[in-house]
T-cell receptor, first 112, second 113 residues
Framework: RKEVEQDPGPFNVPEGATVAFNCTYS??????FFWYRQDCRKEPKLLMSVYSSGNEDGRFTAQLNRASQYISLLIRDSKLSDSATYLC?????????????FGTGTQLKVEL | EAQVTQNPRYLITVTGKKLTVTCSQNMNHEYMSWYRQDPGLGLRQIYY???????DKGDVPEGYKVSRKEKRNFPLILESPSPNQTSLYFC????????????FGPGTRLTVT
């Protein structure tokens, strides 16, 4: 089992749609969780951190379920500019060294 | 402007010819790391550094070397490149390790023939 698993997609959605991505992680000691966005083989950029209580940033909502070890990202009112690959990122906790594990990404295509 | 820079951005080389990819950040970050990205495998960490003169192996360190003599620079060295090191390489820095935002450089696309 991969340490971080994501559905690779692509998710093709019409503009204005709501889309949700899930990500599961295997290390129960993980402490920090993030969603990064990557455009077309460019550098990843932080979209948002994910907190236990859930957090929202405009049209984006992130949730963490520690018991089931999954993270979700919800995008409301999709824009064409949201088309990108979304990377789920998890740190490995104290026992895993100072390292991050990246999922392989979920590709989103927003269409007219 | 706060940024991470990498050079070169594109490099085609031959097997066995030593090369260095430079990485520099101007944010006074303590933590720096190198990743490679390959289709279907995601980003995998090669080496990281917690501070000057402190480096450690990531998940795929074989065939690579690093050094951290100054806080702002973290070069990646391939002593004898091989075709399986053909990849997209990213340098990243962060203020305080894996709990904080990683700032990535623009990437270096390396082809080893």
């Amino acid at each position: 089992r991969k340490e971080v698993e994501q559905d690779p997609g692509p998710f093709n959605v019409p503009e204005g749609a709501t889309v949700a991505f899930n990500c599961t992680y295997s290390n129960s000691a993980s402490q920090s969780f993030f969603w990064y966005r990557q455009d077309c083989r460019k550098e990843p950029k932080l979209l948002m951190s994910v907190y236990s209580s859930g957090n929202e940033d405009g049209r984006f909502t992130a949730q963490l379920n520690r018991a089931s070890q999954y993270i979700s990202l919800l995008i409301r009112d999709s824009k064409l500019s949201d088309s990108a690959t979304y990377l789920c990122v998890v740190n490995r906790g104290a026992g895993g060294g100072n390292k991050l594990t990246f999922g392989t990404g979920t590709q989103l295509k927003v269409e007219l | 402007e706060a940024q991470v820079t990498q050079n070169p951005r594109y490099l085609i080389t031959v097997t066995g010819k030593k090369l260095t990819v430079t990485c520099s950040q101007n944010m006074n970050h303590e933590y720096m790391s190198w990743y490679r990205q390959d289709p279907g495998l995601g980003l995998r960490q090669i080496y990281y550094s917690m501070n000057v003169e402190v480096t450690d192996k990531g998940d795929v360190p074989e065939g690579y070397k690093v050094s951290r003599k100054e806080k702002r620079n973290f070069p990646l060295i391939l002593e004898s490149p091989s075709p399986n090191q053909t990849s997209l390489y990213f340098c990243a820095s962060s203020l305080s390790g894996t709990g904080s935002e990683q700032y990535f450089g623009p990437g270096t696309r390396l082809t080893v023939t």
